[in-house]
């Protein structure tokens, strides 16, 4: 294991991109899926409004991205920190 | 060839691959049995995961859920993959040790492609399993589920893309459904002519708005959560070789899981329209009113509507001509035709009870009053701007359209060829095997490693332990299929309670232990009973205490509940109870000792992982 100084960055900067994919997973299903669904009614996409597009189909694409930047934003800090395998 | 023989021939084959597969990745060492040694890469467990995890329940009720839920029944949608995120971020990374395992679950709904007996069909379905699981352990699982994923997909997409390809003209599903419906030349979306389609006979709009958002937010999160908590998922993060590859392949998990998830709004919303439109003609390409209903003459001697007198043989759709006109009108009986036509029933099986020296002047009277209270809702009740009476309607005559026909009849509906009929009984049976075979390894790794070898014989040897493995998988594959022959017939309600203990209990331990060195054990403890407890009992007072009917203290309506919020969704309010509780414990209770709080900040560092895995 690193050192307690630089492991406490590592676990900082972990923080740091957790904190910042959850607000992404919260706005886009939590948020435009359900919550302000009635309040961007106007905005279409195809045949669907955008909460209801979201609803059942854009948040699973943005889930996607999400895990694919998160797993190589913590590969980078991982190596950053020297704490790979 | 019939439809029979070619039902036989593609499910024979795919269980002929599921064998052969087993045999070839068939375990050697207890490493290999319950985590398929450490040589599985990234996609493969994803894709395993994808095929453990989507199971006959996603295969086949969750298209008709949203087909006739609509909007609001989203929350399976999101929920279902909104927790792989969360598993991604918060609990892949830093798991260690697996749970316990979850009650198993079999359908044997698949008996009418065999043209056996659910029974049957079972004992079938559970040789099968037997056969490869007890020998081939977690790597011939995996294997094998991997082959089992590539059937399941194709059966689920293959029929969609037919389907949208002719409703829509655009063969992707997902474009299809948000594009223009086709057969009026275009100039309307799909989903607008849907939500015409079912408003005209009284159905609410397929994308109408959620009468409760608090209630959809929380059945939502509790999916979420619940789904980061499920043991059998998460034991699968134990079988991937580096913290980097646990990260990784909760993504590839969510790229197969969402090749079904995103196909299954459309298909749900496809298939409402195309069940719709074979009872209303008419509706296909003009006003739903333009042509009459369908009539039972036309069910009888058209080939491409023979499904329909088949489904009815399984008693998932029924119809009955209540007017006597020829023609099954299908709609929705507004409130009060509903409570009418219960009445005037009641009073008529009251009148038919009745003992033959009974005097009957009263019970007829009450007959002929009920009569004439339904006829006057009928003269005010409206269908296509008519009245009811006027078209001699006395109600809806499609009394059961079960949701899971509208995967399993959606090729027959949709008049696809006999091979699409036949792989999509070959598909939901392999989401069934894959997710059996994954909960009995869950089972059995309980017994023989954590039950046998953590406490009763430390000193067993390599042999005896894989020996053990293979009778506890055994003995668990007795008990399920003895569970599914007496099924306890509460599949929904378990679901709910499933997800929402998980939320309420395992998720946010898991989340104390990895990101808080504050929390003590009593802490812990106590907040995981209240999570249970509050959540159980919130259950248990809707659906009865254990699911026992009549003894529930609530009726289970959104009037009744507690700020409109459901049963299954009281999983985040459990889970904050949780949180809360612990918090408090662990400020009255002494501090983690030293040890922990280092177990707490090495499970935090990739580093040094490798050897956490060797038990």
Redesign the interface.
């Known amino acids: 294991?690193?050192d307690k100084s630089s492991?406490s960055a590592?676990?900082a900067a972990?923080l740091r991109v957790?904190f910042i994919?959850?607000a992404i997973?919260f706005i886009c299903?939590?948020g435009i899926?359900?919550?302000l669904?009635?309040a961007l009614s106007g905005i279409s996409?195809?045949?669907?409004?955008i909460g209801?597009?979201f609803?059942?189909?854009g948040?699973?694409?943005v889930?996607?991205v999400?895990?694919?930047v998160?797993?190589a934003k913590?590969?980078k800090i991982?190596r950053d920190h020297g704490?790979?395998? | 060839m019939d439809q029979f023989t070619l039902n036989l021939l593609v499910i024979g084959a795919s269980f002929a691959l599921y064998f052969g597969i087993a045999f070839w990745a068939r375990a050697g060492s207890t490493a290999e049995f319950y985590a398929a040694g450490q040589g599985v890469g990234p996609v493969v467990n994803g894709m395993a995961t994808a095929a453990d995890w989507m199971s006959a329940a996603s295969f086949i009720s969750m298209a008709g859920l949203i087909a006739f839920g609509g909007y609001n029944n989203s929350v399976f949608l999101m929920g279902w993959t909104g927790g792989y995120v969360l598993l991604a971020l918060l609990l892949a990374p830093y798991l260690r040790k697996f749970g316990k395992f979850t009650v198993p679950e079999f359908v044997g709904t698949f008996a009418r492609f065999l043209e056996v007996s659910t029974t049957t069909g079972l004992l079938i379905g559970s040789a099968v399993v037997f056969a490869y699981a007890v020998f081939g352990g977690m790597k011939g699982i995996t294997y094998t589920q991997v082959a089992q994923y590539i059937v399941l997909i194709c059966a689920y997409t293959v029929p969609a893309l037919f389907i949208s390809l002719s409703l829509t003209g655009n063969i992707f599903p997902q474009l299809g459904f948000i594009g223009s419906y086709a057969p009026t030349g275009g100039d309307v979306y799909f989903l607008d002519k849907l939500d015409q389609v079912v408003t005209d006979l009284g159905f609410a709009a397929y994308t109408a708005d959620t009468s409760n958002m608090l209630n959809m937010f929380l059945v939502t999160m509790s999916l979420m959560i619940g789904t980061a908590g499920l043991p059998h998922v998460i034991i699968r993060f134990f079988t991937v070789a580096k913290v980097s590859d646990a990260r990784i392949s909760a993504g590839w998990a969510l790229v197969f899981i969402a090749l079904l998830y995103t196909v299954a709004p459309a298909v749900g919303s496809m298939a409402r329209l195309n069940i719709t439109t074979t009872f209303w003609p008419g509706a296909i390409d003009g006003e739903t009113f333009s042509k009459p209903a369908l009539s039972i003459a036309e069910i009888d001697s058209n080939p491409d509507l023979t499904w329909i007198r088949n489904w009815e043989k399984t008693g998932l759709l029924a119809f009955t001509d209540k007017n006597g006109d020829g023609l099954i009108q299908y709609f929705n009986e507004p409130a009060p035709l509903v409570a009418a036509n219960k009445a005037l029933a009641d009073a008529t099986a009251a009148l038919a009870a009745a003992p033959a020296d009974a005097d009957k002047a009263p019970l007829e009277a009450a007959v002929a009053a009920a009569t004439t209270a339904r006829d006057a809702v009928l003269a005010e009740a409206t269908l296509g701007g008519q009245t009811l009476a006027a078209q001699g309607i006395v109600g809806n005559e499609l009394t059961t359209v079960n949701n899971d026909i509208m995967v399993l009849a959606n090729p027959e509906i949709a008049a696809l060829p006999g091979w699409v009929i036949a792989l999509v009984a070959a598909g939901g049976l392999a989401a069934a095997l894959s997710t059996a075979a994954g909960l009995l390894l869950a089972i059995s790794s309980a017994i023989s490693h954590d039950l046998i070898k953590g406490a009763l014989k430390p000193d067993i040897s390599e042999k005896g332990e894989l020996l053990a493995a293979r009778i506890s998988m055994a003995f668990a594959i007795v008990l399920a299929t003895w569970l599914g022959l007496d099924p306890p017939g509460f599949a929904a309600q378990v679901v709910a309670l499933a997800f929402g203990l998980a939320a309420a209990t395992i998720f946010p331990v898991l989340m104390m232990g990895i990101f808080s060195t504050f929390v003590t054990k009593e802490g812990a403890i106590v907040g995981m009973i209240v999570g249970l407890v509050s959540t159980a009992v919130y259950i248990f007072l809707y659906l009865g205490w254990f699911f026992i009917p009549g003894t529930n203290m609530l009726p289970n309506t959104p009037d009744a509940h507690f700020l409109g919020i459901s049963p299954a969704a009281f999983g985040p309010i459990g889970a904050i109870l949780n949180f809360v509780t612990a918090y408090l414990v662990s400020t009255m209770t002494k501090a983690p000792p030293q040890d922990v709080q280092d177990l707490i900040q090495s499970i935090r560092v990739p580093k040094g992982a490798g050897a956490a895995q060797v038990h």
């Open positions: 294991m690193a492991s590592y676990w972990n957790i994919s959850l997973w299903s939590f899926g359900i919550l669904r009635p996409i195809g045949g669907a409004d209801f597009w609803a059942q189909n948040s699973i694409y889930f996607l999400l895990i694919f998160y797993a913590m590969n991982d704490v790979e395998e």
